[in-house]
């Protein structure tokens, strides 16, 4: 007859609350009769009798605690440090989401100029699951490789296009979003390595310019930093802030990847006074975005947006999306042949992407990942014969060269990240993000937690980062035979056919094709 050790916890929970006030009494008749010392353990088992009492008796608002007590305390405190002890003592080095600890292994080294080569095999699945790039038999010759190079506003011919000389960009984080300390260090190391950044949508740019980084201002529904009182755009703000040096494209945001159909969210824990100046909004209260802009109440007053903002900003200006609909993406692009108005380029954020804050529902339930997504959306612009009139970005989880990689074999000219260059500073993904309490000093305000970031040392970080991707990219690249990322295409990949993605990228090819 086999028995198993267990713990009967009603029965432990009724000896708890009857044994911490007869310990309370004993060290009470203990400090009166043998040493008045005892009596500072008394406090503090009256302290814990009154907690207990008011546990059991007086609170409504948790049944564990007012069945079990102090006892059911304790399993709060357990549940709290959970994810704590999860990443360090119990999960294994591939399961972490949403990346797992030999991911964010990788971009340390990167970000600390360490070697990243790993022995005795990768810890990858091999199940043919997996996206692949295909190597060549004659990889390319490095001599002869080119120069990566992207010209935005080239297809409009006008005077103030912008070129970036890397495939990565610093993506979407605003002050707000992050602290003071972080803004500086991602600005700092971007100007050292020679990429743009993009502001977030957190209004007027302060720490972003100090740092003479080239940007791209980011305009979020809510147009904080260029906004009329009513939520419509000031063309004079826009027009002043574009005609500063650094500020080189505009982004027009008309949805996240983390949280499509739902405009930016800022908890009031993470808004300062300078952070309500500078959006010009109320401290106190969650400030909260419209779904979409003023402006844009449909397809063609959509695209005339678009134009006003060319118009007013005079420099190559883009959009940012989630794809929902590709039949809706499809007849946006002809709205756009209609009139003869194209965007500079499109960045597709895929549903994996990362916020500071965002509705779990929307998190985990709205939007196409970014592979189909971006496929689909190349198919379609190549398929309307406008390919030609803008560049497609991409953005979701490119962390590391091989993403990027297979994001530009199914269309993209350029790679965003966000998430790559928290990591590079220094996150431990201790998901606090909104919470004002990240304890690496990067999305908080409080200044004890930001000393922890110093960004002169973080900024560092950030160029190696960048230098390290790099230098992945172009090895990966020759080994595909391809001497520019131009020359990749879907071929260039392998997915294994009767896989979800593979499933997933054929069903969506056939609904945007009717």
């Given amino acids: 007859?086999?028995?198993?050790?267990?713990?009967?916890?009603?029965?432990?929970?009724?000896?708890?609350?009857?044994?911490?006030?007869?310990?309370?009494?004993?060290?009470?008749?203990?400090?009166?009769?043998?040493?008045?010392y005892f009596h500072f353990i008394t406090v503090t088992f009256i302290f814990l009798t009154v907690i207990n009492i008011f546990y059991l008796n007086v609170q409504t608002h948790h049944s564990l605690?007012?069945?079990?007590?102090?006892?059911?305390?304790?399993?709060?405190?357990?549940?709290?440090?959970?994810?704590?002890?999860?990443?360090?003592l119990f999960a294994n080095d591939t399961e972490e989401r949403p990346f797992n600890r030999e991911e964010r292994s990788e971009v340390y080294r990167k970000a600390q100029n360490i070697d990243s080569a790993f022995s005795f095999g990768s810890?990858?699945?091999?199940?043919?699951?997996?996206?692949?790039?295909?190597?060549?038999?004659?990889?390319?010759?490095?001599?002869?490789?080119?120069?990566?190079?992207?010209?935005?506003?080239?297809?409009?011919?006008?005077?103030?296009?912008?070129?970036?000389?890397?495939?990565?960009?610093?993506?979407?984080?605003?002050?707000?979003?992050l602290g003071k300390p972080a803004v500086q260090a991602l600005a700092r190391g971007a100007k050292m390595a020679g990429i743009p950044m993009n502001t977030g949508e957190g209004g007027y740019p302060k720490y972003h310019l100090a740092e003479g980084v080239d940007l791209i201002f980011q305009m979020g529904t809510a147009k904080f930093g260029v906004r009329n009182e009513d939520g419509s755009l000031d063309d004079d703000k826009l027009r002043d802030l574009a005609n500063k040096d650094q500020i080189k494209m505009i982004e027009v945001k008309f949805s996240q990847g983390a949280k499509p159909g739902k405009g930016g969210l800022l908890p009031k824990e993470k808004i300062t006074d300078e952070i309500a100046e500078l959006r010009n909004v109320p401290k106190g209260k969650d400030v909260v975005s419209p779904t979409h802009h003023l402006e844009c109440k449909d397809l063609?007053?959509?695209?005339?947006?678009?134009?006003k903002v060319q118009d007013v900003s005079q420099l190559p200006v883009g959009i940012k999306m989630c794809v929902g609909s590709f039949k809706e993406v499809r007849t946006l692009i002809r709205e756009m042949k209609s009139q003869n108005i194209f965007p500079d380029y499109i960045s597709v954020d895929g549903s994996e992407g990362g916020t500071g804050a965002a509705p779990k529902a929307f998190?985990?339930?709205?939007?196409?990942?970014l592979y189909p997504a971006l496929h689909n959306m190349q198919n379609i612009l190549v398929e309307e014969g406008v390919r030609d009139k803008l560049k497609l970005m991409a953005a979701g989880k490119l962390i590391n060269a091989g993403k990027m990689l297979v994001a530009m074999s199914l269309g993209a000219d350029a790679c965003y990240t966000a998430r790559g260059f928290m990591l590079a500073l220094g996150c431990i993904q201790a998901l606090q993000c909104g919470n004002n309490t990240c304890p690496v000093g990067i999305t908080t305000h409080d200044p004890m937690l930001q000393k922890g970031l110093?960004?002169?040392?973080?900024?560092?970080?950030?160029?190696?980062?960048?230098?390290?991707?790099?230098?992945?990219?172009?090895?990966?690249?020759?080994?595909?035979?391809?001497?520019?990322?131009?020359?990749?295409?879907?071929?260039?990949?392998?997915?294994?056919?009767?896989?979800?993605?593979?499933?997933?990228?054929?069903?969506?090819?056939?609904?945007?094709?009717?």
């Fill in 123 to 177: 810890q990858g699945n091999f199940d043919a699951t997996e996206i692949k790039l295909r190597h060549s038999l004659f990889p390319a010759n490095k001599s002869k490789m080119k120069p990566f190079s992207v010209t935005f506003g080239e297809e409009r011919g006008i005077a103030n296009t912008y070129t970036i000389k890397r495939p990565v960009i610093i993506s979407a984080m605003s002050y707000g979003a």
């Fill in 300 to 307: 063609e007053s959509t695209v005339q947006f678009i134009k």
């Fill in 65 to 88: 605690l007012r069945n079990f007590g102090i006892l059911g305390q304790g399993r709060y405190m357990l549940e709290s440090i959970g994810p704590e002890l999860r990443q360090y």
């Fill in 454 to 514: 110093v960004p002169d040392e973080k900024a560092v970080r950030v160029k190696n980062y960048i230098e390290n991707l790099e230098h992945d990219f172009i090895e990966l690249l020759t080994a595909t035979g391809c001497e520019s990322p131009r020359g990749l295409t879907s071929e260039n990949l392998y997915v294994p056919e009767g896989t979800n993605l593979a499933a997933c990228i054929h069903q969506l090819e056939s609904a945007s094709s009717n």
């Fill in 363 to 369: 998190m985990d339930n709205v939007g196409v990942p």
């Fill in 1 to 36: 007859m086999s028995s198993k050790l267990s713990i009967d916890l009603h029965k432990l929970a009724k000896f708890t609350n009857i044994v911490i006030p007869i310990i309370a009494i004993l060290f009470f008749l203990a400090g009166i009769y043998l040493s008045f």
